[in-house]
């Protein structure tokens, strides 16, 4: 519904984004340095629409944990940077040290869900199982997520590409994000994905955000329980926005890409940015 270290290595093309194992610290080595980063940390916080449709259990609830994304940067002996594993997860929001937790070993871990919590926990994890990796290389991943979104008035379904990255000379990281329209197959094929008319969102690593979310009363049913589109997303991850150009658009829009084709896209959008390339 919302989506909202040590941890196993990064899948390949077409695997699930691996998830953070339980118990991991969401803590964030120096930027420029080897180790575990924070690529994003997002809580939601019901924010526009129809509010009054959410009961004040399930508007708690659905804003008590936070998703969050880790990348792990290793160094090698050339000094030039690496990223070795993406992963996603969720943490208690509003944690002084927060850990990586699921619906089950919450209480292991000491962090009180009440049942509520918990069931929405359990829906967002399943949203996590559809969050899939299209490309890798060792400085770059791109993994796609279905997602709704509060678009022209109207909760619309998407999905969101994320192409999380280094610059393999600094170790500085970077998530770029961006809108497409639902492919037409379960097995699609590049035509089969079409970019909304929306910018590229640039995010620097470590950010936190405050994910708004708009609510649609009318997709609630009549003992008051969301249906699947009651909760939209208002906007993508906070950042710089890059325009398109043809060779940005060929690429962004792959149903896989391949090592060759991660990098290109990664170093165009570095360049984008930055006038610089980051290999």
């Known amino acids: 519904m919302l989506l909202c270290a040590s941890s196993v290595s990064v899948a390949t093309a077409g695997e699930p984004l691996p998830r953070m194992a339980p118990g991991t610290a969401i803590e964030s080595a120096e930027e420029g340095q080897p180790g575990n980063r924070v690529v994003l940390l997002a809580q939601p916080r019901i924010n526009s629409g129809q509010t009054d449709a959410v009961g004040s259990a399930v508007a708690k609830a659905s804003t008590q944990c936070a998703l969050t994304i880790m990348a792990e940067v290793a160094q090698a002996s050339d000094k030039s940077f690496e990223l070795k594993r993406v992963s996603v997860g969720y943490c208690l929001a509003d944690s002084q040290s927060p850990v990586a937790?699921?619906?089950?070993?919450?209480?292991?871990?000491?962090?009180?869900?009440?049942?509520?919590?918990?069931?929405?926990?359990?829906?967002?994890?399943?949203?996590l199982e559809k969050l899939s990796v299209v490309g890798r290389s060792d400085r770059a991943v791109i993994f796609d997520a279905p997602s709704i979104m509060f678009r022209r008035a109207k909760h619309r379904r998407y999905v969101t590409r994320h192409l999380v990255s280094i610059d393999t000379f600094t170790g500085q990281g970077m998530l770029h994000s961006w809108l497409m329209v639902p492919p037409k197959s379960e097995t699609p094929k590049s035509d089969d994905f079409v970019l909304i008319n929306h910018p590229i969102r640039?995010?620097?690593?470590?950010?936190?955000?405050?994910?708004?979310?708009?609510?649609?009363?009318?997709?609630?049913?009549?003992?008051?329980?969301?249906?699947?589109?009651a909760f939209?997303?208002?906007?993508?991850?906070?950042?710089d926005d890059l325009s398109w150009n043809a060779s940005l658009y060929r690429l962004g829009r792959k149903a896989v890409l391949q090592k060759a084709e991660v990098d290109q896209l990664a170093d165009l959008l570095w360049k984008n940015q930055t006038g610089q390339s980051s290999r």
């Open 232 to 239: 939209a997303l208002e906007d993508l991850p906070p950042g």
């Open 101 to 127: 937790i699921d619906s089950d070993s919450a209480s292991e871990l000491g962090v009180t869900l009440g049942f509520i919590a918990r069931q929405v926990l359990r829906t967002n994890e399943q949203g």
């Open 202 to 229: 640039s995010t620097d690593w470590g950010t936190r955000e405050v994910r708004r979310i708009h609510i649609d009363g009318d997709a609630f049913n009549f003992l008051g329980v969301p249906g699947e589109t």
